[in-house]
Nanobody
Framework: QVQLVESGGGLVQAGGSLRLSCAAS????????MGWFRQAPGKEREFVAG????????YYADSVKGRFTISRDNAKNTVYLQMNSLKPEDTAVYYC??????????????????WGQGTQVTVSS
């Protein structure tokens, strides 16, 4: 069984930065693409960033492109999301999961059925 533990969220002013971490245990994630999702109150969970297992391919939603950077350390089974120039609309609970997707990041779906508890990111204006 895979366990995903997200951390690094918090309260930050608009324009600020945060670095999220996602540690996976119970099963290596080294061969899975990984992704970050977020869910704002009253909205569906959305996929915001993905990274291939080698790290050579990344994807960003238009809403975060140029501001967020995803990375991974397979030796530590950890995925990171560096978030810069944060905006109030980035406020959400952030989750990570392994994903299945085409090489062009089409049809992205979470690979693990269970989710971690997420980490809350709140950006004040």
């Amino acid at each position: 069984q895979v366990q995903l533990v997200e951390s690094g969220g918090g309260l930050v002013q608009a324009g600020g930065s945060l670095r999220l971490s996602c540690a996976a245990s119970g099963r290596t994630n080294s061969y899975y693409p990984m992704g970050w999702f977020r869910q704002a109150p009253g909205k569906e969970r959305e996929f915001v960033a993905g990274i291939s297992w080698s790290g050579g391919s990344t994807y960003y939603a238009d809403s975060v492109k140029g501001r967020f950077t995803i990375s991974r350390d397979n030796a530590k089974n950890t995925v990171y999301l560096q978030m810069n120039s944060l905006k109030p609309e980035d406020t959400a609970v952030y989750y990570c999961n392994a994903v299945t997707a085409s090489p062009q990041w089409v049809g992205v779906r979470p690979a693990f059925g269970s989710w971690g508890q997420g980490t809350q990111v709140t950006v004040s204006s």
